[in-house]
T-cell receptor, first 118, second 109 residues
């Protein structure tokens, strides 16, 4: 079974430029997540989708970050304009559903996109 | 406030030297405790899910256990290929996954 795909793997931009990341989840997975992982820290949730609807985006800096999941499959995360502090790895994850019983369903991660903002 | 704390931050082991990693949490309404392995330059790789206190799961040289306040990841007779960062994450009542900062394990041959 193919895993979560992400592109590009690496991106270097100047501050104030814009950038977009793409994610293709595991086939059939209804729930998709975007995380930000700063060096030396655990991943931090930015936004989660159930099919093509937003479940939670409370930690997404909406003045500069946006995300969409068209047709409930692929997703894109955009940053415009980028700041130095946005340098991080952006991880996409998917799960078959939000809950498995009363617990969260297992999330499977892609390889991530390493963003460097100069 | 929900919190997840992992210790130690780093662990250096000799091949064959067993040890344990700790993940302590203060969470209301735990919706699962997850362990992941992350290699440099890669995304987290799922290892285990634990649902209730007293539960244990094993995979090769790894064994995860869960109590009401913490989880342990035991590494038995580690090999160099077990070198990685191990992340603990807890499922919260608001349907989010909250990660600890991880424990970086280095196993020397």
């Amino acid at each position: 079974e193919a895993g979560v795909a992400q592109s590009p793997r690496y991106k270097i931009i100047e501050k104030r430029q814009s950038v977009a990341f793409w994610c293709n989840p595991i086939s059939g997975h209804a729930t998709l997540y975007w995380y930000q992982q700063i060096l030396g820290q655990g991943p931090k949730l930015l936004i989660q989708f159930q099919n093509n609807g937003v479940v939670d985006d409370s930690q997404l800096p909406k003045d500069r970050f946006s995300a969409e999941r068209l047709k409930g499959v692929d997703s894109t995360l955009k940053i415009q304009p980028a700041k130095l502090e946005d340098s991080a790895v952006y991880l996409c994850a998917s799960s078959a559903r939000l809950l498995a019983g009363t617990s969260l369903d297992t999330q499977y991660f892609g390889p991530g996109t390493r963003l460097t903002v100069l | 406030e929900d919190q997840v704390t992992q210790s130690p931050e780093a662990l250096r082991l000799q091949e064959g030297e067993s040890s344990s990693l700790n993940c302590s949490y203060t969470v209301s309404g735990l919706r699962g405790l997850f362990w992941y392995r992350q290699d440099p330059g890669k995304g987290p790789e799922f290892l285990f899910t634990l649902y209730s206190a007293g539960e244990e799961k094993e995979k090769e040289r790894l064994k995860a256990t869960l109590t009401k306040k913490e989880s342990f990841l035991h590494i038995t007779a580690p090999k160099p290929e077990d070198s990685a960062t191990y992340l603990c994450a807890v499922g919260l009542g608001d349907y989010k996954l909250s990660f600890g900062a991880g424990t970086t394990v280095t196993v020397r041959a």
